[in-house]
């Protein structure tokens, strides 16, 4: 998700409620009991919640991270949990119709459902702009699949429809997502959403997206959103809309550690709106012109352990000072060992692919982790990486 320029990492459960589950250090992971569905009765913030879902994770003090049937985390603490039991129904996700019923009762007011193949556009603004989302998503659904698979990546269909959250305009969806993103929510127009899995956003053509008429049919938004200046706002949707299939699609796991230069690195690297193709998607893997700027700018300065920082921990991309320049090395990174070392970056991927939600990696893991995929010889790497990045245009 973005903060005006600066970036910061999709929205997650708050931390001292994961951290409360991985302070038990020995997650159990579930097998058989996956299979049933597990019934749990909490009070959070003085409120009774009930939960029907299958654990993903169980920490030994108790503490649970289970994902309900419309795929959303819940990530509950012992203190919290006033009951639980199983029985031995299987966990099944919710389908389509279910998935939709659901969401109606949730936005009861004039919200409507727009479904296309592996999305449930859920929205109240005009239906040419549902229509408009369901279809850039498909694009890069079928593109996202296509890349990866020509390279030897095997993903997997989503378990459940693709949630995408359409409001009218920014007030209501800053009511929506404000018990999310807190203060940060009228600098961030649009978000994926880790814990509920769903991206969120609003109707960009309307006034206070930057357009001055909202688009009422395919071709008219394609114009409203094709305008100098617009090229960035799309560039986020698609960005969150990238993050969701690769949490959705086996790529990545959510809530499991994996590296920021690698989650943000390839959501950058598809999010170059394509808005000509009505069918294909034909800048993927292009040169993202606005993060080589931003990275060719922070060489002149770039510190001798650059590498070494971006690979080891989150913490450039967690301190807005550092941010974009994290995002736009880990743009570049990505960029380059795509192009210089795809067999190795697939090897990578496939490593952190398998890796569990709730499972913390310390930087030493980290690097070698990365190591035992590119080498154990970062200074060579770097600077190879640089020189390879003077000659990108
Ligand atoms: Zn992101």
Redesign the pocket.
């Known amino acids: 998700?973005?903060l005006g320029r600066i970036?910061i990492?999709?929205y997650n459960e708050p931390m001292h409620r994961i951290l409360r589950l991985i302070t038990c250090v020995f997650v159990t992971l579930i097998s058989n009991s996956a299979l049933a569905i597990e019934h749990v009765s909490l009070t959070r913030d003085g409120e009774s919640i009930h939960v029907d879902g299958k654990i993903v994770v169980e920490a030994v003090d108790g503490g649970l991270l289970i994902q309900d049937t419309r795929g959303v985390l819940w990530a509950i603490t012992p203190d919290e949990i006033v009951s639980r039991d199983s029985d031995a129904v299987p966990f099944a996700p919710a389908d389509e119709e279910k998935m939709s019923e659901e969401l109606l009762k949730e936005f009861p007011d004039g919200f409507r459902i727009h479904k296309t193949a592996h999305y449930l556009v859920c929205y109240n603004t005009s239906s040419a702009y549902a229509e408009w989302c369901g279809s850039l998503y498909e694009r890069l659904f079928l593109a996202f699949n296509t890349y990866w698979k020509n390279r030897g990546f095997k993903l997997s269909e989503p378990e459940m429809p693709l949630v995408a959250l359409v409001f009218g305009d920014q007030q209501s969806y800053a009511a929506y997502a404000s018990p999310e993103l807190g203060a940060s929510t009228s600098k961030i127009i649009g978000y994926?959403s880790l814990r509920s899995n769903r991206v969120v956003m609003y109707d960009l053509t309307g006034s206070d997206g930057g357009g001055d008429a909202r688009g009422s049919t395919a071709a008219h938004i394609n114009q409203l959103l094709m305008r100098p200046g617009a090229e960035r706002t799309v560039a986020t949707v698609i960005?969150?809309a990238?993050?969701q299939i690769a949490f959705n699609c086996g790529l990545q796991t959510r809530y499991a550690d994996i590296p920021l230069w690698v989650?943000?690195g390839v959501?950058?690297y598809f999010e170059t709106p394509d808005l000509r193709s009505s069918k294909g998607w034909r800048n993927i893997g292009g040169v993202n012109q606005v993060r080589l700027q931003e990275f060719s700018r922070y060489v002149r300065n770039r510190p001798s352990d650059s590498l070494v920082t971006l690979l080891s921990n989150d913490d450039r991309f967690r301190d807005p000072r550092l941010a974009g320049d994290a995002?736009a090395e880990a743009w570049s990174l990505n960029y380059f060992l795509i192009r210089k070392h795809p067999r190795e970056y697939l090897e990578y991927m496939q490593l952190l692919s398998e890796k569990r939600p709730l499972r913390y990696d310390e930087p030493e893991v980290r690097l070698a982790q990365f190591k035992s995929a590119f080498g154990d010889d970062l200074e060579k790497l770097n600077t190879e990486f640089l020189r390879y990045m003077r000659t990108v245009r």
Do not use: L, V
Request: glycine letters at 0%; aromatic letters at 14%; proline letters at 0%.
């Open positions: 998700m973005r970036q990492t999709e994926y960005h969150e990238t993050h989650s943000e959501a950058i995002y």
